[in-house]
């Protein structure tokens, strides 16, 4: 019986989540841009998505440490 490990379907998850992340991450300026929205805004709206992720590297890293 095929007994799959919960490994396996955790590491598709996320690179299937992060292999979408990359494409799309370049072109969501420009779509932003063609709404309307000023650079100033998506300026924002793009930093807040890398200081979410940097938010979370620590928050993993923080729950790590020996102390």
Same mark, same amino acid.
Request: proline share 6%.
């Given at each position: 019986? =095929?007994?799959?490990?919960?490994?396996? /379907?955790?590491?598709? *998850?996320?690179?299937?989540?992060?292999?979408? *992340?990359?494409? *799309?991450?370049?072109? /969501?300026?420009? /779509?932003?841009?063609?709404?309307?929205?000023?650079?100033?805004?998506?300026? =924002?709206?793009?930093?807040?998505?890398?200081?979410? %992720?940097? !938010?979370?590297?620590?928050?993993? *890293? %923080?729950?790590?440490?020996? !102390?």
């Amino acid at each position: 019986m =095929l007994n799959p490990s919960p490994y396996g /379907w955790i590491s598709q *998850y996320f690179i299937g989540f992060f292999f979408a *992340y990359g494409v *799309y991450l370049p072109f /969501w300026a420009l /779509w932003f841009e063609g709404q309307g929205v000023t650079a100033t805004d998506i300026g =924002l709206l793009v930093g807040l998505g890398f200081c979410d %992720a940097l !938010c979370g590297k620590l928050g993993d *890293y %923080a729950s790590h440490s020996p !102390c």
